[in-house]
T-cell receptor, first 114, second 114 residues
Framework: DADVTQTPRNRITKTGKRIMLECSQTKGHDRMYWYRQDPGLGLRLIYYSFDVKDINKGEISDGYSVSRQAQAKFSLSLESAIPNQTALYFC?????????????FGPGTRLTVL | GDSVTQMEGPVTLSEEAFLTINCTYTATGYPSLFWYVQYPGEGLQLLLKATKADDKGSNKGFEATYRKETTSFHLEKGSVQVSDSAVYFCALSPYRAGSYQLTFGKGTKLSVIP
């Protein structure tokens, strides 16, 4: 079984709809991250969380919100989706100690906003 | 701020050719450096990493050496295979207390033809 899972894997929605993307991990990591990937732009950080009570904005948080429901679950919401939020979204986790700088990624959610 | 610049693709090579993907970085302090690989339809996987100057990361025949004097972390492989076709991302993680954000390059798409 995959250590970091994301649901759904694909989603098509319409402008103005509220969308939630979910991420779960079985790695026992404290830190979780949400990125978006756009062609030619690499990955950009949306939000990150060091534990259940610690949530921080990343580089491009406008238009997004997150919820850390438990150590293993981190959800990303688009309150009112717009077409330029069409992208590939990745969740990632990292642990503590010697490998805290290494992140482990889920398979991604492809979101299309019409 | 921190940044990563990697050679633009796409790169097309014949099987068994030598691969170099250039990566240079700008960062304060002593960041850890990474190469991630994204196979078609999948999430990012850590390929290799190096945490200090002159360290060499290696995995699956790929190598990269942390060169602080030239702020570079070029990816090399002596003989590529069709299965190496993927997008490769160079990334850095700064060594700053409380900050564990990865900064990615824009990615280089590699296609290996038989």
């Amino acid at each position: 079984d995959a250590d970091v899972t994301q649901t759904p894997r694909n989603r098509i929605t319409k402008t103005g709809k509220r969308i939630m993307l979910e991420c779960s991990q079985t790695k026992g990591h404290d830190r979780m991250y949400w990125y978006r990937q756009d062609p030619g732009l690499g990955l950009r950080l949306i939000y990150y969380s060091f534990d259940v009570k610690d949530i921080n904005k990343g580089e491009i948080s406008d238009g997004y919100s997150v919820s850390r429901q438990a150590q293993a679950k981190f959800s990303l919401s688009l309150e009112s989706a717009i077409p330029n939020q069409t992208a590939l979204y990745f969740c990632a986790t990292s642990g503590v100690g010697a490998s805290t700088d290494t992140q482990y990624f889920g398979p991604g959610t492809r979101l299309t906003v019409l | 701020g921190d940044s990563v610049t990697q050679m633009e693709g796409p790169v097309t090579l014949s099987e068994e050719a030598f691969l170099t993907i250039n990566c240079t970085y700008t960062a304060t302090g002593y960041p850890s450096l990474f190469w991630y690989v994204q196979y078609p339809g999948e999430g990012l996987q850590l390929l290799l990493k190096a945490t200090k100057a002159d360290d060499k990361g290696s995995n699956k025949g790929f190598e990269a050496t942390y060169r602080k004097e030239t702020t570079s972390f070029h990816l090399e492989k002596g003989s590529v295979q069709v299965s190496d076709s993927a997008v490769y991302f160079c990334a850095l993680s700064p060594y700053r207390a409380g900050s564990y954000q990865l900064t990615f390059g824009k990615g280089t798409k590699l296609s290996v033809i038989p």
